[in-house]
């Protein structure tokens, strides 16, 4: 899709852009008293009448839209905007969501390199002592790499390493990297992490220098320029 290459954005037009390329939310969690800790960012700095003006626009540039939580399309004015950032109890949830020209503005900005894109969602176990993993990425070297990093993996004083008898790759083809973006193909890999028990000093070294030698998993997984 071809780019205005005069289009200008704000801090806080490219936040909401930048935080809607990655899910679609209810509005009012972008309300700045939620922002920052629920969605572990910086705050965007707009007061309430702010943000719904500058959604409002983003909406009426067709960068945004607004739905259901089924996915119906909701046709959303101002006044309704500023509802949904303070909603009343009971009242019907929408989603803001990025379209497609909205996607490709962003990626003018942010300058993703899908080829190295790599997400990483796990949850950990009732045991406590296992946790479920699911890796998407579009290079499956990268994916070696990435195992390597998290094997023995040292982090709050406890050492995971990968179950490797539990990896299941699946070829994905075409691949939804995004819910408003796709590619040629892509990998999915879910596995287990087990926790251990260090045995050796020599093993609580090697694992420690490994965990800050990643300088954070999180570096390793970036895939765009602007945050």
Not at 8 to 30: D, G, K, T, V
Not at 178 to 189: A, E, I, M, S, V
Not at 195 to 208: C, G, P
């Amino acid at each position: 899709m071809t780019v205005d290459k005069n289009v200008r954005l704000s801090r806080c037009e490219y936040w909401i852009l930048n935080q809607l390329a990655h899910l679609c939310f209810e509005p009012f969690w972008f309300d700045d008293r939620h922002a920052g800790g629920a969605l572990n960012t910086q705050s965007h700095g707009l007061d309430n009448s702010q943000l719904a003006a500058t959604l409002h626009y983003h909406y009426s540039k067709d960068w945004i839209r607004f739905e259901t939580f089924d996915e119906q399309p909701l046709h959303f004015s101002l006044e309704d905007i500023v509802a949904a950032i303070e909603p009343k109890e009971n009242q019907v949830r929408s989603f803001a969501c990025i379209t497609e020209l909205g996607g490709a503005i962003w990626e003018s900005f942010a300058k993703p390199n899908w080829g190295t894109y790599l997400q990483h969602h796990g949850s950990v176990n009732s045991d406590d002592e296992t946790e479920e993993i699911e890796i998407l990425a579009t290079d499956r070297r990268k994916i070696d790499s990435y195992l390597l990093l998290l094997d023995q993996y040292f982090e709050n004083g406890q050492f995971w390493c990968v179950d490797r008898s539990t990896l299941r790759e699946e070829l994905l083809s075409p691949f939804n990297v995004t819910y408003w973006k796709q590619l040629p193909q892509g990998y999915r890999l879910t596995f287990r992490m087990i926790r251990r028990e260090s045995d050796a000093v020599s093993d609580y070294e090697k694992a420690l220098s490994r965990s800050y030698d990643l300088s954070d998993l999180c570096e390793f997984r970036r895939w765009y320029a602007w945050d």
